[in-house]
C-alpha cells in the first residue's frame, strides 16, 4: 500500500478544500515547500491536482508543478484540467509519472485507451468520484451513473489504476465510508486509491485491510489529525 500525500494548488497556492468548495479553500503556503515536507518526512509518492485547471485554467501553476516534479523525484500523479489526450500527453513528457483522467475519462472514453496504448497503462488512473454510487463529474455538479459500471467500462479500456473519491465524506474529516471502497476492490482488478474521509490511523489501516493499493491524506494531514511518519508505519 502506498501513502500520497496531497498537494492541491489553487491560484498559486496550496490549499484543501471541504467537498470541493472553492470559497472554502484552506490554505498551506508554497505548494513546493509543502511537497518538500511530506517527502523530507518519508512520502515516496505525492498527489498533485491542479485545482485551478479543474475550475477552467489548465495552464495555471504549470510552472510549480514542473518544479515539484523536477525537484522532489518522487512519484507524482497528477489530476485537474486535463481535458484531452494531448493534454495528458504533455503533462507526462513534463516526468508526471501518472496522470489522472476525471471528466475527460467519463465525456470521451476513448481517451483512457489512446493514453494507454501511447504511454502504457501505468500512466492513466482513471477517477471514479462517487457521491451516493454514482460518478459525478464536472466538478461533482453532474451525476454519470452507476461507479462500478464505470471502473469495469475504465478497466476494459485499459486505465492502470482507479481513484476512487467518495465525495459523500470527502474534505469533513469524520472518517471514510467502507463499504463503497470495498465494493469497488471485489469488482475490479485494477489497483484501487481510495481518497475522501481519511481521518485516523484506523482509517488506514481499514483501507489496508479491505484491499485498497493507496491512500490520499489530504485534510486530516495538513490539520495534524494524521502524522504522516504514523501513517507510513501503518501500511509497513
Not at 498551506?28 to 485545482?51: F, S, V
Not at 493534454?87 to 472514453?109: E, F, K, M, N, Q
Not at 465525495?167 to 469488482?187: F, K, M, S, Y
Request: hydrophobic share 45%; aromatic share 6%; proline share 3%.
Amino acid at each position: 500500500m502506498e501513502i500520497f500525500p496531497a498537494v492541491d494548488i489553487l491560484g498559486g497556492r496550496c490549499v484543501q478544500l471541504v467537498q470541493g468548495v472553492r470559497e472554502d479553500a484552506r490554505f498551506y503556503g508554497d505548494p513546493l515547500a509543502c511537497a518538500t515536507r511530506w517527502t523530507d518526512e518519508g512520502a515516496t509518492a505525492l498527489h498533485i491536482i491542479n485545482l485551478d485547471g479543474a475550475f477552467g485554467s489548465a495552464r495555471e501553476n504549470a510552472e510549480q508543478i514542473c518544479r515539484i516534479v523536477s525537484e522532489t523525484g518522487v512519484f507524482v500523479q497528477l489530476g485537474g484540467g486535463i481535458r484531452s489526450a494531448e493534454d495528458a500527453a504533455a503533462w507526462l513528457d513534463l516526468g508526471v509519472d501518472r496522470v489522472i483522467l476525471g471528466t475527460l475519462a467519463i465525456r470521451h472514453p476513448e481517451s483512457i485507451r489512446e493514453i494507454a496504448e501511447e504511454h502504457g497503462s501505468s500512466s492513466v488512473m482513471a477517477g471514479v468520484d462517487a457521491r451516493g454510487g454514482e460518478i459525478v463529474v464536472e466538478g461533482w455538479t453532474e451525476r454519470a451513473g452507476d461507479y462500478l459500471h464505470w471502473a469495469e467500462r475504465f478497466e476494459h479500456l485499459g486505465a492502470g489504476s482507479l481513484l476512487f473519491t467518495n465525495v459523500d465524506v470527502e474534505g469533513l474529516e469524520q472518517g471514510i465510508d467502507p463499504e463503497p471502497v470495498r465494493r469497488l476492490v471485489a469488482h475490479t482488478r485494477l489497483p484501487v486509491v481510495a481518497a475522501g474521509g481519511i481521518t485516523c490511523i484506523d482509517d488506514i489501516t481499514a483501507l489496508r485491510g479491505m484491499g485498497a493499493a493507496g491512500a490520499v491524506l489530504g485534510s486530516a494531514l495538513y490539520s495534524g489529525k494524521i502524522a504522516l511518519c504514523e501513517a507510513l508505519e501503518a501500511i509497513r
